[in-house]
């Protein structure tokens, strides 16, 4: 059975969007060392040729990452991709000396370690944040531009520098919309998480109606005072063992699928059918009139008697029972769903494929269902029984 709330589990889709994270992640080292390298190569092949080799590897190298991401492994795509940026600055820091800002984009491994790592992998995130900090602390101590292996011109230097420093910032800005991103994503997968909870607990797997809670649920709130009054009916599909002993569970559920869906097509928007429990069905009709409600389940009726259920090459012929009620906005929910029932069992009892109605100016003398309605009289309220005799004339 469908429901209106599709899509993968919550962690799956958590899982994507972490993997989308890392490949872009993975995409911009290997495109930054790709341009680096080129740099490098251009400006003083022989005095970079490490730091050459260092980012060529590292290029390579994100292609297995990336590799990885897309195996979906995005947790360890993640650690090699922080392990072979902390080699990369490690490296062009000790040829070209902490000025040239190389090290700066260690800034950004604290929230990108809060990005990548979830609560789970608290360890990691924690792991991520100390070790950028320490490397960044160990590049700013230990690598002056007086150790740099490589001699650049103070120019070059703040050029390189600026480049650096403003890439940074571009990184932790895009970092910073990435983890916003992440959390707005986390926020609705649980909000759907939490309405798909909430549709499957108040729906019939089988028939895609509501179940007995969501519908007692409405049958409370008519019956505040206010509300006005309203019909009540169950149904009872005649002789649903019968079918179920001589067909099997699968054409039964094929029967009860198809009833529930025919049901739902007759009634108003404002009407409401759920299952009330195994082959019984029951509807909800606010505002409406125990003559309006009979007429109408009346119309039920012969729509289940008039079409056959197809179910593995044969067809059923389905009939069904029907008691109906009025309710009123000042009585209890339970005396109103005993009358419908009582009704039910009088048409079981008159033969079946019928609908029989039962008001609550029916009920007994002296009954607690009786005081309800004379109570009601004497405010001024009219009767259903009045209003039957006042439709007869």
């Not at 928007?269 to 909800?284: I, K």
């Not at 012969?302 to 008691?323: F, L, N, R, Y």
């Amino acid at each position: 059975m469908t429901t209106p709330i599709q899509g993968i589990p919550v962690a799956r889709r958590l899982l994507d969007v972490s993997s989308t994270v890392v490949q872009g992640l993975v995409i911009g080292a290997a495109l930054l060392s790709a341009a680096h390298a080129v740099f490098y190569t251009v400006y003083d092949a022989e005095g970079f040729r490490a730091l050459i080799v260092t980012d060529a590897v590292a290029a390579v190298a994100f292609v297995g990452v990336l590799l990885l991401v897309r195996a979906g492994r995005a947790h360890a795509a993640a650690l090699g991709v922080l392990a072979l940026a902390l080699v990369q600055i490690v490296v062009a820091t000790a040829h070209m000396g902490w000025p040239s800002g190389v090290h700066l984009y260690l800034l950004a491994g604290g929230p990108l370690g809060l990005l990548l790592f979830s609560d789970r992998q608290r360890a990691l995130r924690w792991a991520s944040i100390v070790v950028a900090a320490s490397v960044f602390l160990l590049c700013q101590v230990t690598m002056p531009l007086s150790r740099a292996l490589v001699a650049l011109p103070e120019p070059m230097i703040t050029f390189l520098f600026t480049v650096n420093a403003g890439l940074t910032a571009v990184v932790i800005s895009v970092i910073a919309v990435a983890t916003h991103l992440r959390a707005a994503h986390s926020s609705q997968a649980a909000a759907d998480a939490t309405a798909r909870a909430e549709y499957l607990a108040a729906t019939d797997p089988l028939t895609g109606l509501p179940n007995r809670r969501p519908v007692t649920e409405t049958l409370e709130a008519l019956a505040s005072v206010g509300s006005g009054s309203y019909g009540l009916a169950i149904a009872d599909l005649d002789h649903f063992k019968r079918l179920n002993d001589a067909y099997g569970h699968s054409c039964g559920d094929r029967v009860l699928a198809t009833i529930g869906r025919r049901l739902r097509e007759q009634l108003r928007l404002t009407d409401t059918v759920g299952r009330w429990g195994g082959e019984e069905f029951v509807f909800v009709l606010p505002g409406a009139t125990l003559e309006e409600a009979t007429a109408m389940l009346e119309r039920v009726r012969a729509v289940v008697a008039d079409h056959a259920v197809p179910c593995a090459g044969h067809s059923h012929e389905v009939t069904v029972s029907i008691g109906v009620t009025d309710g009123l906005d000042d009585e209890r929910a339970h005396r109103v769903i005993k009358r419908a029932d009582d009704a039910l069992y009088a048409a079981k009892s008159g033969g079946r494929d019928r609908v029989v109605a039962r008001g609550i100016a029916d009920v007994a003398p002296g009954s607690d269902a009786e005081r309800v309605l004379r109570a009601r009289l004497e405010a001024g309220a009219p009767s259903s029984k009045a209003g039957r005799g006042q439709a007869e004339q």
